[in-house]
């Protein structure tokens, strides 16, 4: 495994060792110690997954303490925008985001660490699964809207299909202001 540093603090982009020959390929998704070594400690205790179709966007969700979780995100087919966003505000990054595609073609994964915000965008129909360091609780729940513009994502879509609990989502300066 390879590990890429971002310009957000703790956050690690993986590229797994692929091995293909005529029959496919193998890789590993998920190695404890490689990931410890990097200060990814867990432990992950639930694993999720969710189809989209293109043009879908999900996001940007974390859970508030104490209930914050870190997860390994990547796709098992297709191909996403994966965003992250540090709403730590004691971290030097608070407030920068950092974007990626995540493919099956790559394989890669992102570790995104307790305290960010997260969304994606399905550039085609998409299976995305993710390890979490904690399981869900919906009273921890939230977000932040998609578009705000003090974050700055280029999502690279105008009208994308977002669900209306996702729309209602507050803006950065908002949920900052309650944590």
Not at 93 to 119: R, W
Not at 121 to 129: G, P, R, T, W
Request: proline share 6%.
């Amino acid at each position: 495994m390879k590990f890429i540093e971002t310009n957000i603090a703790d956050l690690w982009e993986i590229e797994p060792d692929i091995y293909r020959d005529q029959r496919g390929y193998f890789l590993e998704t998920f190695q404890l110690n490689k990931l410890q070594e990097k200060g990814i400690h867990g432990p992950f205790v639930q694993d999720n997954q969710s189809f989209s179709v293109k043009g879908v966007l999900r996001g940007l969700h974390f859970q508030k303490e104490p209930y914050a979780q870190g997860k390994l995100v990547s796709v098992a087919f297709g191909s996403v925008l994966d965003i992250a966003v540090d709403i730590r505000p004691s971290s030097p990054t608070f407030g920068q985001h950092y974007s990626c595609t995540l493919d099956d073609k790559k394989c890669n994964i992102l570790y995104v660490p307790e305290g960010m915000a997260h969304g994606f965008l399905a550039l085609e129909d998409s299976l995305f699964i993710y390890k979490c360091t904690e399981f869900y609780h919906p009273s921890s729940e939230a977000g932040i809207i998609w578009n705000d513009p003090e974050i700055g994502i280029d999502w690279g879509i105008s009208d994308p299909i977002i669900s209306q609990k996702d729309l209602a989502l507050p803006c950065f300066e908002e949920v900052m202001e309650k944590l």
